[in-house]
């Protein structure tokens, strides 16, 4: 059980375009998802918060008309990169915590975004 | 901002070894998650543990929740080639968003 998926698990775009990746909680309701962003070797720097129905909630440094973030159902939540940039290349992973429980997170195996 | 001091950032230990990761905040934690990471892919829950004091085990991978919640350990006995990853722990307060440690990125060569 708690299995969350990403898609695409890999992208290559050129610059100026925009991607969407896809979050999903396969079998289970997720009223929040956490979006995340991994640079080689480091750790995850949480990027948003994402409550189902209502505006993601940003960290300081993350820009929201860059990285639209948009949680439309309890098991659905993407992530825009608009206007894409080199610098945007990076791992981007999605968590997603069950509704009925309290602590655990459920995370997706990445999407891997090269810029070009 | 609450943050979580890991370490050692690398360890590289012969197969047999015993070895230990530690991750320290100066902040109370509701709970505090244990992931294993291999390239490529997304974190895997190992544990969660809830309770100052609170002492789990997973096979040979120990995990212990100090007194405070401020601080955790996870220790593995006889580590493997197999144990080889980044190890990530990762404090949160109840409803809001996971606060990562640096990571450790283990090494088991046989």
């Known amino acids: 059980g708690a299995v969350v998926s990403q898609h695409p698990s890999w992208v290559i775009c050129k610059s100026g375009t925009s991607v969407k990746i896809e979050c999903r909680s396969l079998?289970?309701?997720?009223?929040?998802m956490f979006w995340y962003r991994q640079f080689p070797k480091q750790s995850l720097m949480l990027m948003a918060t994402?409550?189902?129905?209502?505006?993601?909630?940003?960290e300081q440094g993350v820009e929201k008309d860059k990285f639209l973030i948009n949680h439309a159902s309890l098991t659905l939540s993407t992530l825009t990169v608009t206007s894409a940039h080199p610098e945007d290349s990076s791992f981007y992973i999605c968590?997603?915590?069950?509704?009925?429980?309290?602590?655990?997170?459920?995370f997706g195996p990445g999407t891997r975004l090269t810029v070009t | 901002t609450q943050l979580l001091e890991q370490s050692p950032q690398f360890l590289s230990i012969q197969e047999g070894e015993n070895l230990t990761v530690y991750c320290n905040s100066s902040?109370?934690?509701?709970?505090l998650q244990w992931y294993r990471q291999e390239p490529g892919e997304g974190p895997v829950l190992l544990v969660t543990?809830?309770?100052?004091?609170e002492v789990k085990k997973l096979k040979r991978l120990t995990f212990q929740f100090g007194d405070a919640r401020k601080d955790s350990s996870l220790h593995i006995t006889a580590a493997q080639p197999g144990d080889t990853g980044l190890y990530l722990c990762a404090g949160e307060e109840a409803g809001t968003a996971l606060i990562f440690g640096k990571g450790t990125t283990l090494s088991v060569s046989s």
């Open positions: 543990v809830v309770t100052g004091g």
């Open positions: 968590s997603a915590r069950d509704r009925t429980s309290y602590y655990e997170q459920y």
């Open positions: 902040s109370v934690f509701s709970s």
């Open positions: 994402s409550n189902e129905g209502s505006k993601a909630t940003y």
């Open positions: 079998d289970f309701q997720a009223t929040t």
